[in-house]
T-cell receptor, first 115, second 112 residues
Framework: ETGVTQSPTHLIKTRGQQVTLRCSSQSGHNTVSWYQQALGQGPQFIFQ???????GRGNFPPRFSGLQFPNYSSELNVNALELDDSALYLC??????????????FGPGTRLTVL | KNQVEQSPQSLIILEGKNCTLQ??????????LRWYKQDTGRGPVSLTIMTFSENTKSNGRYTATLDADTKQSSLHITASQLSDSASYIC???????????FGPGTRLSVLP
């Protein structure tokens, strides 16, 4: 176990709805990254938060947004859900904003299904 | 365009056999390369991480190699076990930004 937790484990939503996914980072880590992993594909970087500020973003539309709290836990919000948003959403924590040099520890993921 | 390619897409081997997975990348400038193991429906777990100056790194039965000149890496698994059945993902970090480029993974199945 990596010490990174995510909730919920599974979630079913309908098209057009909004969803919030949550991640608790490993103790002592101040950086959280979010990834989307479609079935049979590698994870795609959504964005990263370092000390409560967005610190990099991948090629995802603005309806994907996030927050990081003072305790370094994080939320991923997705508005106006589309069928293609169905995926495993992974959260990873690391010990510094310069996560390139540091190890990332992944949570178990949240499986989102959009009907 | 920064890309990571992996081969084969899937692989089936018998328990006890060795295998080698390949990773080619075009990410530049290069910072480091990681191999992850991902069980179905779970988050990836790190196996190795290598920087530009490292050619090989081992973690138990897993040995990763890196050729920064040809931009290739391999992951060799020795004496495979049933529990090695998983997806193996190669991830390359660029020296700039906070982006990690993930490969599509190789799906390994170890049969008894």
């Amino acid at each position: 176990e990596t010490g990174v937790t995510q909730s919920p484990t599974h979630l079913i939503k309908t098209r057009g709805q909004q969803v919030t996914l949550r991640c608790s980072s490993q103790s002592g880590h101040n950086t959280v990254s979010w990834y989307q992993q479609a079935l049979g594909q590698g994870p795609q970087f959504i964005f990263q938060y370092y000390r409560e500020e967005e610190n990099g973003r991948g090629n995802f539309p603005p309806r994907f947004s996030g927050l990081q709290f003072p305790n370094y836990s994080s939320e991923l919000n997705v508005n106006a859900l589309e069928l293609d948003d169905s995926a495993l959403y992974l959260c990873a924590s690391s010990g510094s904003g310069r996560a390139l040099a540091n190890e990332q520890f992944f949570g178990p993921g949240t499986r989102l299904t959009v009907l | 365009k920064n890309q990571v390619e992996q081969s084969p897409q899937s692989l089936i081997i018998l328990e006890g056999k060795n295998c080698t997975l390949q990773c080619n990348y075009t990410v530049s400038p290069f910072s480091n390369l990681r191999w992850y193991k991902q069980d179905t429906g779970r988050g990836p777990v790190s196996l190795t991480i290598m920087t530009f100056s490292e050619n090989t790194k081992s973690n138990g039965r897993y040995t990763a190699t890196l050729d920064a000149d040809t931009k290739q890496s391999s992951l060799h698994i020795t004496a495979s076990q049933l529990s090695d059945s998983a997806s193996y993902i190669c991830v390359v970090s660029s020296q700039y930004g906070q982006n990690f480029v993930f490969g599509p993974g190789t799906r390994l199945s170890v049969l008894p």
